[in-house]
């Protein structure tokens, strides 16, 4: 379901949603992000424009997750975990609390 959203910063934003997913409090949603069906985004965390998350994927509280970024269907993500952009998270992946992947 594509739905129009106004994300804490205020901004309105297009996001494709499926079913079952949710969204917590203070998350900030980037435009034409595509969330698929039984995913959660933890409290606090930042999905960048143009990412792609996968069917049942859980990301944790206080995640960053940058533009472009694609996490693969049935991954965690842990708490306070940032993923740069133009990264892509294989499928069935656990990525641990804390971790930074694809920064210099």
Do not use: F, W
């Not at 960048?48 to 693969?72: D, Q």
């Not at 971790?99 to 210099?104: A, E, M």
Request: aromatic share 4%; glycine share 14%.
């Amino acid at each position: 379901m594509n739905i129009t959203h106004t994300n804490p910063n205020g901004k309105t934003v297009q996001v494709s949603v499926g079913k079952n997913v949710t969204i917590a409090d203070g998350s900030i949603i980037g435009e034409y992000v595509t969330i698929c069906e039984d995913s959660t985004i933890g409290s606090h965390s930042y999905i960048g424009s143009y990412s792609y998350i996968g069917k049942h994927v859980t990301i944790g509280e206080h995640a960053t997750i940058g533009e472009n970024a694609t996490i693969g269907s049935y991954s965690t993500v842990g708490k306070n975990v940032t993923i740069g952009e133009n990264v892509t998270i294989d499928r069935d992946a656990t990525i641990a609390d804390g971790s930074t992947v694809g920064l210099r």
